[in-house]
DNA sequence: TCTATTTGTCTATATAACTAGACATATCCC
DNA sequence: GGGATATGTCTAGTTATATAGACAAATAGA
C-alpha cells in the first residue's frame, strides 16, 4: 500500500467498504504474502487514519466472504483465491476455456423470452430490425459456483427450439450442434466493467458493489452467418479474460 | 428497472450512490433513450423505495460528473458520453488505435524507478529473477481527458534511455523505435476489473469507487524477445476493450 | 509460567445519511 | 393567464456510521 492510503469521506461509500477494497487490492497484488496475513488492526487503523472498529468492520466482511479467517490473540490470515482464467480466441466456447482449468462447467438456463430486434441486436446478427429474437438468460458455474450470467439473442426463424436445448443440454454449444452447427467462431469481443446490478448479484452470489466485466460479444457459423449476440457478465473478482490476440 | 426494492441497506454503500449507479447503467442501456431525460424524481423515489432527497443526492453527483442536467421545472436531461473503442489486436498501440477514432492520443511520464525483477517481472520478460528493471508509470490521454495509467515494465539493459524517451516523445512506441525497435507485436493480454485505487483515481480524475479495467499485457519485438511488461488501467465508464477474431 | 500481542465484546457519544413535510420557483401546455 | 408538473430550498426528526475508551480472551514467545 502507499504511504497514506486515503479514505475520501462523504463519498456514498462507507469507510469500512473503502478500507475492505483497499485490503482486498493489496492481497491481490501479493503485498501480504510473505507473511500470510493481514497487519494487526491497529496497524491498519492507524494507517489509513479510522478507528479500529471501523477496520474491524471491514475485516469483518472480507471474513464473511471468505477472503480472511481471523484468530484470536493470533492474527487475520489470508486465504487467497486465485482468479479463473477465461480465455477469448476465435474459438471461445464456455465449457471449453475454463475445463482446462480443471473446473466442471455447466450453462444453466433461467429464462427466455420472445421479442423484436431492436436496432443494435439487429446490426450484430445481420437482421431486419423487428425480426424475431430469442433472448435467453444463462448462469454459467464452474464446479458448483456461477461464475458468469449471460443474455444472449438467437434468430427465432434458424433456431426455433434453442431454449429447449439449452435447458436440456445445458450447453449453448451442444444446442447448436442439435440445429445443425457444428463448428461457430467468435467475431468479435467488447469488454468493459461497472459494478453489478441486484440481478446480476442474485445470480452471481455478490456482495452489493461488486464489480464485474461485461463482454458483448458475436459468434457466427462457418459461412460467416451471425448466430448469436451475447452479453455475459462476469465476476471480476473470480474471473480474468484473456485475450488471444495470436494472429489478429 | 425491476419493481421491488433494488437497493442494499447497511451494504457500505449509500443508497444514493447505489441509485445513482443505477440510473449511470439504465442510461447505458438505453432505458431512456426515447425520451432523453431521467423519470421525475418522485416516480424514482418511489420505484426505489427511498426518500425523494436521497434520489436527488444520486442525481446531484451525476449531474457533477456532467452525464445529467437538471432543468427546473422542465426535467432532468441526459448529456450521454460513449465509451471510446481500444482495440485489441497483435498490434495494439496505445497511440493509434484510439486515434482512429478522431482523438488526439499523448502519453504522459508520471515517475520512473529501478528495481530488480520479481518472479512475475522476470516471467513476462523471460529474464532471470533479479534481473535490472525499469519501471514507468505514465498517464494516457485522448483529447486531453486521461483515460489510462500504466506501470510499465523494461529490460533496463536493453532500453536504459526508456524513461528519458518516452518522456520526451510522450510515446512509447517512439521511445522504442529511437532504440532500435521498430515494430513490435502484442503477445497476451489479461483484462480483470476492480474498484479503482486513491492513486488512480487522481491520475484519472475519477470519482471514488469508479470501476476500471486492469489489462496485463506484454509486448515483444519481431525476433519474438519481450520487451514490455505492462499493467494498464483504464476508467471502465469511458473505455471498452474490443478483441477483433475474426480472422484469428 | 508470565508477558506482550492481537482479536472479541461492551458501552457511550458524535457525526453523517436518510426520512418527512412544506413551500418556492421555473417550465410546459391548454 | 392559469393549472399541472417538475426541480430547488428549507427545517426538523430518525436511523445508520464512525469515534472513543475499557476490558476480556486467545495465542505466541521468552
Redesign the interface.
Known sequence: M?QF??I?RH????A???I???I??SI?SGEFDDTGMVPPEMVLAEKFGVNRHTVRSAIA?LAEEGLLKRVQGRGTLIEKRE?L?FP???R?RFSEGLGKQGAEMSTRLISYEELEATQ?IADALALPPGARILRLRTVGSADGQPVSTATSHFDKARFPRMAELVGRHHSVTKAFAAQGVDDY???????????A???E?AYLKL???S???VALSVNADLEGRRIQYSRSVFA??K??????????
Chains 1, 2 share one sequence.
Open positions: 502507499s492510503s486515503t475520501a463519498s456514498g461509500i462507507s469500512w467498504k473503502q475492505a477494497d483497499q482486498s487490492r491481490s466482511s482468479r482464467i477469448i480466441t476465435r471461445t443494435d467462431v467468435r467475431v468479435s469481443t467488447e469488454v468493459t466493467g461497472r459494478t446490478a441486484v440481478e448479484e456482495s452489493p458493489g464489480v464485474v466485466l471480476a473478482d474471473i480474468s479474460l484473456k485475450l488471444d490476440t495470436a494472429s489478429v
